[in-house]
């Protein structure tokens, strides 16, 4: 038997539409990873305020979700809103759901990241005349950032897999898509092993830039272009001064 022939799904058919899942797959990513970090920044820094009360309804936020599988959210937000009048698209409700799923692990990713910033840093950023919102966000946030990164990068990862959780309610991304192909052609085994095979397309680059990415910074490398051509410009008139 040709080896063709263990491929009886016409994908060249089915293309247009992969594509148009692949992208609706990158856009939960985005939009739904750019809101996890806003809600995981947030909580964190609510988690360390003094403020008691606001500390403990972010630690209540963080382990409600953090305990809570992601496809329940899916569905509440879903179809428990709609019951009760308060309807949301599907991509609405899958961003959200996922915001507020990966947000949990994201603010404990940031709280660590904040904490490891030795508490001297602050007390001389305040010493110098900053005040408590400028020496948050010009010398703790950096440092905190680059504690967080590798964490965060592996989180994006997982959310990326997690969009594949939008199949319960017809999200259009690449699951959802293959279950329809594989309803129409009853090729169940290969429309999903070929999904499986985008899905680590996708995520496995993402994941050896992130290993990548935490090796570097174990070096010392800078993160931001300005600093790195600061640093090779340094290097460059050391290396002038002592050939």
């Not at 799923?101 to 910033?117: D, H, K, N, T, W």
């Not at 959310?159 to 594989?182: F, P, Y």
């Not at 290097?235 to 001064?241: D, F, H, K, T």
Request: hydrophobic content about 50%; overall charge positive; glycine content about 8%.
């Amino acid at each position: 038997m040709p080896a063709m022939a263990l491929f009886k799904v016409p994908w060249p058919h089915y293309g247009p539409a992969l594509l148009t899942a692949l992208a609706k797959t990158a856009e939960f990513t985005a939009v739904g990873f750019a809101a996890a970090i806003v809600v995981g920044m947030i909580v964190a820094v609510a988690r360390l305020t003094p403020f008691w009360p606001l500390s403990r309804l972010a630690q209540l936020y963080t382990e409600t979700f953090k305990n809570l599988p992601l496809i329940t959210e899916i569905y509440i937000l879903y179809f428990g809103l709609a019951a009760v009048g308060l309807k949301m698209s599907a991509f609405q409700a899958g961003s959200l759901s996922l915001a507020l799923f990966y947000g949990a692990y994201l603010s404990e990713i940031f709280r660590g990241g904040l904490q490891s910033v030795p508490r001297g840093q602050g007390e001389a950023a305040h010493a110098l005349g900053l005040s408590p919102v400028k020496a948050f966000l010009y010398v703790r946030l950096p440092q905190a950032v680059r504690m967080a990164l590798p964490g965060t990068s592996t989180m994006m990862v997982d959310l990326l897999k997690g969009t594949s959780l939008m199949v319960a309610i017809g999200g259009g991304e690449l699951m959802t898509e293959g279950t329809l192909i594989a309803s129409d052609t009853f090729q169940a085994m290969e429309v999903y092993v070929v999904i499986g095979l985008i899905y680590l397309a996708m995520c496995y680059p993402l994941s050896q830039l992130a290993l990548l990415m935490e090796r570097r910074l174990q070096a010392g490398t800078p993160l931001s272009l300005r600093r790195r051509r600061t640093r090779r410009a340094i290097m460059l008139r050391q290396q002038a001064v002592n050939p």
